[in-house]
């Protein structure tokens, strides 16, 4: 499973539903009883926003605690992404989402955790709300 930014914005910086799903998610995964997957990307989109809305300081502590999760492997962004990424673009997404999902195709993960509903455009992405 990989997880999009959304997810760790609603754990940071929201509240409800949504953030307490997030949340449980997170915890499930340090707990070993999901593995997932998120890339550089995410970081550097959750770290911007972050430091937007809570300051560096705040926002640094936050993304050290998600870089720290056991089980959360962080996926870097390579060259070999852009074409694909490109192709994806074309089909509708954005240019982040669409090297999220480039990413995903490249190291064969089919299931993306995320509340973004544009990702339903692409049929070899599974998306699950948390």
Known sequence: MFLD???????????GPQAE??????????????NARTS???INELLYYL???KGIERATQNVHT???????EVLGVYA???PLAMDYMKRGLETS???HAAL???????TLCSYDKDFDKIKEITRKEP
Request: with cysteine; proline share 4%.
């Open 5 to 15: 930014t959304n997810v760790f914005i609603h754990i940071y910086c929201g509240s």
């Open 21 to 34: 799903r997030s949340r449980h998610l997170l915890n499930r995964i340090a707990k070993g009883e999901q």
């Open 40 to 42: 550089t990307l995410v």
């Open 51 to 53: 430091s937007g809305r």
């Open 66 to 72: 998600v870089l720290s999760t056991p089980n959360l």
């Open 80 to 82: 070999p992404s852009i």
């Open 97 to 99: 989402d669409a090297f």
């Open 104 to 110: 995903m195709k490249q190291n064969g993960i089919k």
